[in-house]
Structures are given as structure tokens and as C-alpha cells.
């Protein structure tokens, strides 16, 4: 059972660089959001997206980008690194209950 | 704007005690409320679902509550053990936020000491 997948893992990133993470899930899910969790924090709202071709912003999207071009994608796109966006990355995809179901993160410095 | 608040930050206790992680939400008008575990370095594990017309959810050791009306909900962890040691978060999906999204609280990290 695969469910909601992230590359990378980890990745260090050097200020001004951009790069992509990427989310994938395969329960046919339209609800997908991208979360970051800073230490000592709750999970704050990036982008979120209720199906293929939609996405709306969260409460924290300066400095991101995504794009949703299938059901079962979500990539979040970082443009001009910053210190600010060292965080861990959780992507998420909700279900037809209600129910919210996690990728294990990605874990971004930005030095 | 829905606020959700945890408390006790942290928590340690021994092998075997029961007890119970608070989470307060600021808007009555949700969908649903969920309690998530999260052991460290790693993603978060839906443990219960709690609808907004119900009152509890059970499975296994652990029971959870809902109140609407006075904005409380109440993760109950029987007979603890030292496996349960992780941080607990609830959130909440709102009907009036206007995003179709979950609103987390900050967490309680629980140690269960052996």
C-alpha cells in the first residue's frame, strides 16, 4: 500500500536555488495539500487543491508554487530559497470521509 | 479565523497510568475532528475521525471525545504503554474558513516512562 508518497527525503538547498518536491497518491483521492511544520509547531497550510486543474492558497504560500495537472500529483515548487523556508514539508490527500492521510515529509535546510 | 490550542504542551508519565490529551477549538462550526500521532522524524498516522454529529470514537486503547457546542475535544489513552511515547495532534476542518482544509493545533508530545 504505497498511499501518499514525497521525494526527496531530505535535501539542502543553498539561498536563491529552487527545486520541486514532489507528491504522489494512489487512492484516487481529489483533496491533496501540501503542509509545512516548523519545530515546536503545528502544521501550517500551503497550497491545497480539491481536484485536478484546481489549487488555492493556504495561509502561508508566499515563496511556492504548485500545480496539479493529475488526480494523483501535487508538486510544490520553491523558487529563490530562503533560510525562512528551512522546514519539514508534509504532503497530505483526504478521503471521502473526511479523513486526512500523510506522506512521511520532506525535510528541507536552506543555508 | 479557527484557532486550535493543545494543552498539556508535554506530558510524561508512567507505564500503565491512564490519561487524557485536551485539544480546544475556537469556531464551533466544523466538519470533523482529528487526532493524528506523530512519532519523531516521521509523517502523521491518523488514529481517529470524529464526525461532527458524533459524540466519540473508540479503537482499542484509545477513546476520543467530542464537545461542539463548548469548542473541546478529549484524546483518552487507557493503560499507556512506552510504544504510545510520540507526539498527539488534533485538527479541525471547518465549514465557514472558506479553505477546504484541516487547522492543526501545536501538539503534545507524551512520554510514557517504563
Known amino acids: 500500500n504505497a498511499g501518499v508518497t514525497q521525494t526527496p527525503k531530505f535535501r539542502i538547498l543553498k539561498i536563491g536555488q529552487s527545486m520541486t518536491l514532489q507528491c504522489a497518491q494512489d487512492?484516487?483521492?481529489?483533496?491533496m495539500y501540501w503542509y509545512r511544520q516548523d519545530p515546536g509547531m503545528g502544521l501550517k497550510l500551503i497550497y491545497y487543491?480539491?481536484?485536478?486543474?484546481?489549487?488555492d492558497k493556504g495561509e502561508v504560500p508566499n515563496g511556492y508554487n504548485v500545480s496539479r495537472s493529475t488526480t494523483e500529483d501535487f508538486p510544490l515548487r520553491l523558487e529563490l530559497a530562503a533560510p525562512s523556508q528551512t522546514s519539514v514539508y508534509f504532503c497530505?490527500?483526504?478521503?471521502?470521509?473526511?479523513?486526512?492521510?500523510f506522506g512521511e515529509g520532506s525535510r528541507l535546510t536552506v543555508l | 479565523k479557527q484557532e486550535v490550542t493543545q494543552i498539556p504542551a508535554a506530558l510524561s508519565v508512567p507505564e500503565g497510568e491512564n490519561l487524557v490529551l485536551n485539544c480546544s477549538f475556537t469556531?464551533?462550526?466544523?466538519?470533523?475532528l482529528q487526532w493524528f500521532r506523530q512519532d519523531p522524524g516521521k509523517g502523521l498516522t491518523s488514529l481517529l475521525l470524529?464526525?461532527?454529529?458524533?459524540r466519540e470514537q473508540t479503537s482499542g486503547r484509545l477513546n476520543a471525545s467530542l464537545d461542539k457546542s463548548s469548542g473541546r475535544s478529549t484524546l483518552y489513552i487507557a493503560a499507556s504503554q512506552p510504544g504510545d511515547s510520540a507526539t498527539y495532534l488534533c485538527?479541525?476542518?471547518?465549514?465557514?474558513?472558506?479553505?477546504?482544509?484541516?487547522?492543526f493545533g501545536s501538539g503534545t508530545r507524551l512520554q510514557v516512562q517504563p
Open positions: 497530505a490527500s483526504r478521503g471521502g470521509t473526511g479523513e486526512l492521510f
Open positions: 487543491s480539491v481536484g485536478a486543474g484546481i489549487t
Open positions: 487512492m484516487n483521492h481529489n483533496y
Open positions: 469556531d464551533s462550526a466544523i466538519y470533523n
Open positions: 485538527a479541525v476542518f471547518s465549514v465557514d474558513t472558506g479553505r477546504r482544509a484541516l487547522t
Open positions: 470524529i464526525q461532527s454529529s458524533q
